[in-house]
C-alpha cells in the first residue's frame, strides 16, 4: 500500500522560505509517476502548486513558478518543496501527492498545516 | 476566485441523486478529457472518485460517475449514503503544464 507522509515546520515567518519534504513509502519514486504538492488555505479551496515527474521534470502553477522549487531525491525515496518568500497568503494545509499522470492524484498524504507569522 | 466554477453546495436525501456541475472554459474543461473528482472529508485527505472524466479508480463504488458536455463537466452521486456528505472538488488539465480547480461543492445528506 503506497503512503505518503509530509513533514517539515509548522510555523515560518514572513519572506523566509518555507520547506516541506514528502517521504513515499511502499512504492518507489525512481519506478515512475508524477509526484506533486497541493494546498488548501484556510476556509477556501483547493490550490495546484506543481509536480516532478521521477526523472527530474518539474511543473509549477504559473502564479508561484517564480518562487517554487521541486525536487526529488530517489535515494530516500522522498521529494521536497521550497517556497521562497512567503507572506501570510501561504498559509495553508499543504499536501502531497501521486500522480499516475500529472493531471490527476491518486494517493494524497494527509496534509501538514503551515502558518506563515513572525 | 477559482478558474474553475462550481455550486457551493448541494444536497440531497439518502437514496436520492445529486449532480455537481464544474465549469470552465475551452481552454480547460471542454479542450481535454482531463477532469478528474475528489472527495474531501473534514480533516480527512482528498479522496480521487474520477478520472479523466468518467473513469472510476479501483474500490470507488458505480454510484459515482462522471461525464462532460461542452466546457461543463459533472460528478453524479446516485444512492446518496451519509457518508457522501463532504466537499468534492474538480481539477483539469488547462494545457501549458497546467491544473485548474474548482471552489468545491458542500455536499449534504438531508
Known amino acids: 500500500q503506497v503512503q505518503l507522509q509530509e513533514s517539515g515546520p509548522g510555523l515560518v515567518k514572513p519572506s523566509e522560505t518555507l520547506s516541506l519534504t514528502c517521504g513515499v513509502s511502499?512504492?518507489?519514486?525512481?519506478?515512475?509517476?508524477?509526484w506533486g504538492w497541493i494546498r488548501q488555505p484556510p476556509g477556501k479551496g483547493l490550490e495546484w502548486i506543481g509536480s516532478?515527474?521521477?526523472?527530474?521534470?518539474?511543473y509549477c502553477n504559473p502564479s508561484l513558478k517564480s518562487r517554487v522549487t521541486i525536487s526529488v531525491d530517489t535515494s530516500k525515496n522522498q521529494f521536497s518543496l521550497k517556497l521562497s518568500s512567503v507572506t501570510a497568503a501561504d498559509t495553508a494545509v499543504y499536501y502531497c501527492?501521486?500522480?499516475?499522470?500529472?493531471?490527476?492524484?491518486?494517493?494524497w498524504g494527509k496534509g501538514t498545516t503551515v502558518t506563515v507569522s513572525s | 476566485q477559482s478558474a474553475l466554477t462550481q455550486p457551493p453546495s448541494a444536497s440531497g436525501s439518502p437514496g436520492q441523486s445529486v449532480t455537481i456541475s464544474c465549469t470552465g472554459t475551452?481552454?480547460?474543461?471542454?479542450?481535454?478529457?482531463?477532469v478528474s473528482w475528489y472527495r474531501e472529508h473534514p480533516g480527512k485527505a482528498p479522496k480521487l472518485m474520477i478520472y479523466e472524466v468518467n473513469k472510476r479508480p479501483s474500490g470507488v463504488p458505480d454510484r459515482f460517475s462522471g461525464s462532460k458536455s461542452g466546457n461543463t463537466a459533472s460528478l453524479t452521486v446516485s444512492g446518496l449514503q451519509a457518508e457522501d456528505e463532504a466537499d468534492y472538488y474538480c481539477i483539469s488539465y488547462a494545457g501549458s503544464n497546467n491544473l485548474v480547480f474548482g471552489g468545491g461543492t458542500k455536499v449534504t445528506v438531508l
Open positions: 511502499g512504492y518507489s519514486i525512481s519506478s515512475g509517476y508524477y
Open positions: 475551452s481552454s480547460d474543461v471542454g479542450g481535454y478529457n482531463y
Open positions: 501527492a501521486r500522480s499516475p499522470d500529472y493531471y490527476y492524484m491518486d494517493v
Open positions: 516532478i515527474y521521477h526523472s527530474g521534470t518539474t
